[in-house]
Nanobody, 124 residues
Framework: QVHLQESGGGLVQPGGSLRLSCAYS????????MSWHRESPGKEREVVAG???????NYSDSVRGRFTISRSYRRSTLYLQMNNLKVEDTAVYYC??????????????????WGQGTQVTVSS
């Protein structure tokens, strides 16, 4: 089991910045990848950024160059630094942890854990 708790959302003007945090606990050694997703009304949840092994990162085209994902093993926290925010970034942002556990047959059982989400609203 992995427990995730997001924080840092709020209301910001276009062009502003926010930093989201996701504190995690539990069976954290088994975490393979962590990511941020977002969901806005009428749209499906989409992945925004991901980090594997603490260094390998990837971003959606819509946020590349503006958002930065990072992970602190010492603080057991995942971050999303969001700069130059746009109105279309308005959404509930969710933290995800992908856990991989060897199944004893050379493969892995994969489990996904989610936080409760934090609202980000970009508006003038």
């Amino acid at each position: 089991q992995v427990h995730l708790q997001e924080s840092g959302g709020g209301l910001v003007q276009p062009g502003g910045s926010l930093r989201l945090s996701c504190a995690y606990s539990g069976d954290t050694v088994a975490i393979h990848r962590m990511s941020w997703h977002r969901e806005s009304p009428g749209k499906e949840r989409e992945v925004v950024a991901g980090i594997t092994g603490g260094v390998s990162t990837n971003y959606s085209d819509s946020v590349r160059g503006r958002f930065t994902i990072s992970r602190s093993y010492r603080r057991s926290t995942l971050y999303l630094q969001m700069n130059n925010l746009k109105v279309e970034d308005t959404a509930v942002y969710y933290c995800n942890a992908e856990v991989r556990i060897p199944d004893g047959e050379g493969d892995f059982d994969i489990f996904d854990y989610w936080g409760q989400g934090t609202q980000v609203t970009v508006s003038s």
